[in-house]
């Protein structure tokens, strides 16, 4: 397989299902491919931030993994802003970054800024890049694809960037049989994990349910808060938000019938 190949055969094994693109020159060859990649479809947006944008609303609204497709370096840097949001938002996408073919990187300023995922990872959650890798080493080069797309179910979610150097992703030299033996992670807590939640409900003698704003974005969070909280009969408090103006929505004793209710301003949390 081509570099570009292997990457779309991870995004697809990761369930992603778009990859939301703003086309320009060393992600070409990537957006090529995921065009024409069954099970993957590739989505022009307006621009690199907009691409971010356009991801991590799939994943809250649509509830589907999505991807972002940015041009190196100009293309990451004017998204800087949106990566930072989505990763306050705690939302898991991966921002596949072009970039200049590792030959040509010297020649080609201002798009091929040293150090420019390691400097942009300050925004992100986590970094990966595979221009430093000598030569085209097949084992290096799905370690670190593999490890990015990993990322992505560790826990807080959060934008993760991914810098593939073009002559990379255009190179035949990924076997095809690369993908074989990986597991995806689960996507269930582990049993142990409950075991000890479990434990702690039985044993608390007057549970309390605190709710993050976060929890709201699934359409059913109401009515499985209410359900919950019912057979525990216990209250549920709701986390203040006080970073600024928001629209997250409030809980009320009508959708939860134990009692919601939000920390007043002057709670000291």
Same mark, same amino acid.
């Given at each position: 397989?081509?570099?570009?190949?292997?990457?779309?055969?991870?995004?697809?094994?990761?369930?992603?299902?778009?990859?939301?693109?703003?086309?320009?020159?060393?992600?070409?060859?990537?957006?090529?491919?995921?065009?024409?990649?069954r099970?993957?479809?590739?989505?022009?947006?307006?621009?690199?931030?907009?691409?971010?944008?356009?991801?991590?609303?799939?994943?809250?609204?649509?509830?589907?993994?999505?991807?972002?497709?940015?041009?190196?370096?100009?293309?990451?840097?004017?998204?800087?802003?949106?990566?930072?949001?989505?990763?306050?938002?705690?939302?898991?996408v991966?921002?596949l970054?072009?970039?200049?073919?590792?030959? !040509? +990187?010297?020649?080609?300023?201002?798009?091929? %800024?040293?150090? @420019?995922?390691? /400097? *942009? &990872?300050?925004? #992100?959650?986590? $970094?990966?890049?595979?221009?430093?890798?000598?030569?085209?080493?097949?084992?290096?080069?799905?370690d670190?694809?593999?490890?990015?797309?990993?990322?992505?179910d560790?826990a807080?979610?959060?934008?993760?960037?991914?810098?593939l150097?073009?002559?990379?992703?255009?190179?035949?030299?990924?076997?095809?049989?690369?993908?074989?033996?990986?597991?995806?992670?689960?996507?269930?807590?582990?049993?142990?994990?409950?075991?000890?939640?479990?434990?702690?409900?039985? !044993? +608390?003698?007057?549970p309390?349910?605190?709710? %993050?704003?976060? @929890?709201?974005? /699934? *359409? &059913?969070a109401? #009515?499985?808060? $209410?359900?919950?909280?019912?057979?525990?009969?216990?209250?549920?408090?709701?986390?203040?938000?006080?970073?600024?103006?928001?629209?997250?929505?409030q809980?009320?004793?009508?959708?939860?019938?134990?009692?919601?209710?939000?920390?007043?301003?002057?709670?000291?949390?």
């Amino acid at each position: 397989m081509t570099g570009a190949e292997f990457v779309a055969a991870v995004l697809r094994r990761w369930r992603v299902s778009s990859v939301f693109a703003y086309p320009g020159t060393s992600e070409l060859s990537l957006c090529a491919v995921i065009d024409g990649h069954r099970g993957l479809r590739l989505v022009n947006a307006r621009g690199d931030k907009e691409a971010v944008f356009m991801a991590a609303g799939g994943h809250l609204v649509g509830g589907a993994r999505c991807a972002a497709m940015l041009h190196g370096a100009r293309g990451l840097t004017n998204a800087l802003g949106a990566v930072a949001d989505v990763r306050r938002s705690e939302v898991p996408v991966l921002c596949l970054v072009g970039m200049a073919s590792r030959s !040509s +990187a010297s020649h080609l300023p201002p798009h091929c %800024e040293p150090a @420019l995922i390691e /400097s *942009a &990872s300050a925004f #992100a959650r986590a $970094a990966f890049d595979c221009s430093a890798m000598d030569g085209f080493d097949p084992t290096t080069f799905c370690d670190v694809v593999f490890r990015a797309a990993v990322a992505l179910d560790e826990a807080p979610g959060g934008p993760v960037l991914l810098g593939l150097p073009e002559d990379l992703l255009l190179a035949r030299f990924v076997p095809d049989d690369a993908l074989d033996g990986i597991v995806l992670p689960p996507c269930e807590p582990p049993e142990d994990g409950v075991a000890v939640v479990l434990d702690a409900m039985r !044993s +608390a003698r007057t549970p309390v349910v605190l709710v %993050e704003d976060y @929890l709201l974005r /699934s *359409a &059913s969070a109401e #009515a499985d808060l $209410a359900g919950f909280a019912t057979r525990l009969d216990a209250p549920v408090l709701q986390i203040a938000y006080r970073r600024g103006p928001m629209l997250f929505q409030q809980l009320t004793p009508k959708t939860v019938p134990t009692g919601a209710v939000a920390f007043a301003d002057r709670w000291a949390w």
